[in-house]
């Protein structure tokens, strides 16, 4: 900062925070997409979203049709991001929604209801071999990613301005936990999209493999949704408990697995080898879930 310089002061548990004034206007960005078309386009313009680009210009000699639907797709991949003006050589795109009424909190529990319903519902697309619920979870997933967006536009703007985590009103600590914790949820649906992938693959599976299965995910789901508990908890003994709760289920788990292992040697080695895809995707988001829950531990200790 130089001398004359507009501050702010925010204040921050037993601190004050100094930055130069910011700028309350809506954050405007301006992109060259002449060489990027396809994945690379709609990804571009994520990246924009999730920096905090309230209004994105996009610009070329001339937009192809094939880069207005990559940019159509990247739009209805977004929460709240809209086409605002589109002529030969431009497509404007802006964020119609206020950040300051955007609460990452919110954001991170819609992920948590869509994440382990999406769970459940694709074990029960495999057990049941119905590839209706399966078709409806792999939809879903496209659900999980925008939250999942949403949430990192939130957290770097956190970084950026202290005004943002105070209009939030979560510290921004807090936030970070939060944010790491999406992470692992987003994971987890991708998993569950996996799943229904691979269940309308497979027909009818053995009673006593589906029976195992369906357990293995109750466990998993007992896990996510201790670890959840733990990061919401206002208390710091009931996260403690419940984290710790978590991880040590995690570690019992572990022989679940093997002993459905030992099942799927039994069968046809084309069904059995998508069967262990499965086991190794439920396995995988126990240990999403138990990462949520050292999370929660972090966040529930004490800070000098």
């Given at each position: 900062m130089s001398s004359g310089t507009t501050v702010e002061l925010y204040p921050e548990d037993d601190s004050l925070l100094l930055t130069p004034q910011s700028?309350?206007?809506?954050?405007?960005?301006?992109?060259?997409?002449?060489d990027l078309e396809g994945e690379r386009l709609t990804r571009a313009v994520m990246t924009m979203y999730v920096s905090g680009f309230d209004i994105i210009r996009l610009e070329a000699g001339r937009i192809t049709t094939d880069q207005r639907r990559a940019?159509?797709?990247?739009?209805?991949?977004l929460v709240g991001v809209e086409i605002l003006e589109e002529t030969t050589d431009s497509v404007v795109i802006q964020d119609l929604l206020d950040s300051s009424e955007l609460s990452i909190v919110n954001a991170v529990?819609?992920?948590?209801?869509?994440?382990?319903?999406?769970l459940a519902d694709a074990v029960t697309a495999l057990v049941e071999n119905d590839d209706d619920i399966a078709h409806d979870v792999i939809e879903r997933d496209d659900d999980v990613d925008r939250l999942w967006l949403v949430v990192s536009r939130?957290?770097?703007a956190t970084l950026?301005?202290?005004?943002?985590?105070?209009?939030?009103?979560?510290?921004r600590e807090d936030c970070f936990d939060f944010h790491s914790s999406a992470r692992q949820l987003e994971r987890v649906a991708d998993h569950a999209a996996k799943i229904s992938n691979l269940a309308l693959k497979l027909d009818e599976i053995?009673?006593?493999?589906?029976?195992?299965?369906?357990?293995?995910?109750d466990d998993a789901s007992d896990v996510l949704e201790k670890a959840m508990d733990a990061l919401?908890?206002?208390?710091?003994?009931?996260?403690?408990?419940?984290?710790?709760?978590?991880?040590?289920?995690?570690?019992?788990?572990?022989?679940?697995?093997?002993?459905?292992?030992?099942?799927?040697?039994?069968?046809?080695?084309?069904q059995a080898q998508s069967l262990g895809l499965i086991v190794d995707s439920l396995s995988r988001s126990v240990d999403y879930g138990g990462n949520i829950a050292e999370t929660a531990l972090q966040k529930a200790a004490p800070r000098p």
């Open positions: 700028d309350v206007d809506r954050q405007e960005g301006t992109l060259d997409v002449s940019i159509r797709d990247a739009t209805q991949s529990s819609r992920m948590r209801l869509i994440a382990t319903s999406m939130i957290f770097r950026r301005s202290p005004r943002a985590a105070e209009e939030l009103g979560v510290p053995p009673d006593d493999v589906a029976d195992a299965l369906a357990a293995l995910h919401f908890a206002d208390e710091t003994a009931e996260a403690n408990q419940l984290g710790h709760a978590a991880r040590e289920a995690v570690l019992e788990i572990d022989d679940h697995t093997r002993t459905i292992d030992d099942m799927l040697r039994e069968l046809d080695p084309v």
